[in-house]
């Protein structure tokens, strides 16, 4: 006989309508990550498969239009400033390269293009000038997504003017480990700039790092602050850490890949109409393991052999990956 499965489901909300989106506690989240690993994915594909196509997966290509030279203190950054990684601080790419890219990346499948830049905040001289990149990208037919640090009101607006369909800004971790990884901007900063970009009429992509050295309750509360956010992001990346040899965690202890597995599905369960992407950290991964994510529901990637400043893995490997998989790529 098959064994009973009970299901952990998150109180409701308590403001009173009906159509307000379910809340999930910590703790309710640290017991679906301990729910037994088949069990945990057997769910996971049946909440995929109630509002996703399970064999399609969405592509992305992430561009960095300026490098290096940021004031922050990310401690898993390269880019930042603070640290030596051997990254050099550039200037914003002019626009006829940042089209040429991303002429590219739509030729090689990609239906979405995103564009980050080592920022805090942006001046306003910069959004203007994104702003343009963003109108072309668009009007190429790719969907447009950038990341610039911190944003203002009317710099959000101006974006939106610009017809970009998201903005992404990660939370990277819970609020009680945030401190821990970064003391140059608080926790709600970044909540604020997201705001900011759904005041704006913004998509939101919004995710977090696992391999920080956050514990199982601190990767639950990173997940909570996501699944609970008055609308979760659209898109919702996990990264798995990519340890650079110059930042304060470039030593740290690799998690197992099982439990990046459990993290992936538990996102997908909290948050079942959000596309969760597997991002950072592919290029250490094996063939099964990224079989497992997208089992557990993972269902976009950022395709292209770079992701700002740290490597990818090839197209060919994807594209082999893919039909061993059966896997379709989105089209838009």
């Known amino acids: 006989m098959e064994s009973q499965i009970t299901w952990v489901k998150p109180p409701k909300a308590t403001c009173g309508t009906e159509a307000a989106p379910q809340r999930w506690t910590v703790e309710a989240i640290e017991a679906l990550f301990a729910v037994p690993f088949m069990d945990l994915m057997f769910r996971a594909q049946q909440v995929h498969r109630e509002h996703f196509d399970a064999n399609t997966v969405q592509l992305s290509t992430l561009l960095s239009i300026k490098t290096g030279g940021c004031p922050e203190d990310c401690a898993y950054c390269p880019q930042s400033a603070k640290y030596d990684t051997g990254v050099d601080a550039e200037k914003l790419m002019p626009l006829e390269d940042v089209l040429q890219a991303a002429q590219a990346a739509k030729d090689k499948g ?25 109108s072309a990208v668009k009007a190429m037919g790719l969907e447009t997504c950038v990341t610039l640090g911190m944003l203002k009101d009317h710099q959000a607006q101006a974006l939106k003017g610009a017809g970009l369909d998201y903005y992404n800004h990660n939370l990277d971790t819970s609020p009680d480990f945030y401190g821990d990884i970064i003391s140059t901007r608080t926790y709600q900063d970044r909540l604020d700039t997201l705001d900011r970009v759904r005041d704006a009429g913004i998509k939101v992509c919004c995710g977090g790092i696992v391999g920080l050295g956050e514990n199982e309750t601190q990767r639950a509360g990173l997940i909570a602050q996501l699944a609970n956010m008055d609308e979760p992001p659209e898109s919702v990346p996990i990264n798995n850490l990519v340890k650079v040899e110059g930042t304060p965690l470039a030593d740290n202890t690799d ?15 909290t948050m079942p109409k959000s596309y969760v992407r597997l991002s950072a950290g592919r290029e250490q991964m094996n063939e099964s393991t990224q079989a497992l994510c997208f089992l557990a529901g993972a269902n976009s990637i950022f395709y292209g052999d770079k992701l700002l400043v740290t490597n990818n893995p090839q197209l060919d490997r994807d594209t082999q990956l893919f039909e061993k998989l059966g896997i379709k790529r989105l089209e838009n």
């Open 110 to 134: 990609a239906t979405r293009f995103c564009m980050g830049a080592a920022w805090r905040s942006p001046k306003d001289h910069h959004i203007e000038a994104v702003g343009e990149m963003v």
């Open 255 to 269: 998690i197992d890949p099982l439990d990046f597995v459990r993290t992936i599905a538990v996102a997908r369960i």
